[in-house]
């Protein structure tokens, strides 16, 4: 499994993602009811383009998402894996990595909201030692973030050479079918 930042236009691998959580998985996703097609559209075109979006791909399919928006020293994450790929580690493997990247942005708390009942993304925060706070339906879970460091650092740029040498490669591809007009 391959975790990276999503391209700008990549993102409608990402819309097609959510897309492709059921209706229950989509409420818990975005803590509240209803979620159409039409709000996760208008939802991810209104992603700013410094926020971050970290795709596990998994068989070259996106796999998993991260979308982590930043507030002054906070950093929002909303996670969310395809029903195929749960319970192999993708849901904290993006949280650890969503964390690195925000100390990088010298965030100092990673937050997330989630529904009382999201027992799965509960038993997340708790392995992840976040803080949570449940009020009336709802939970906050918070975690302390310490600056940034070699580690976090080097993590991210590895990973940035990583996308940049894929995405020439793919333009080189591309290139090549059309210099290179194959036969009829
Ligand atoms: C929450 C979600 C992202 C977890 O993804 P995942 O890849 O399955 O998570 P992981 O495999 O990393 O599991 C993390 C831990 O949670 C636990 N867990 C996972 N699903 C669980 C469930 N249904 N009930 C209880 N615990 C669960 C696992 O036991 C695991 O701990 P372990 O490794 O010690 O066993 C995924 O279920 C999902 O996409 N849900 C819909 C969207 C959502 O709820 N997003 C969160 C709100 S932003």
Redesign the pocket.
Known sequence: MLIRKLLTHERPLFVAHLKR?TPS?RQ??F?HAHVSDDVIDRYVAGIAMDDLILGCFADDQLA?AAHVAFAGDLAE?????DPD??????????FRRASRWARNRHAERLY???QTD????I??AV?LGMVIHRESGTAEAFLALAPPDLLTVSDEVSVGMNTVFRDWADVMRTCRGVWLPTRT
């Open positions: 959580l998985d818990f996703r803590a998993g994450v909303g996670v969310s894996v790929h749960r319970a192999q580690g993708i849901g904290a493997e993006l997330t909201l989630c999201n027992r799965a993304m038993a997340l392995k």
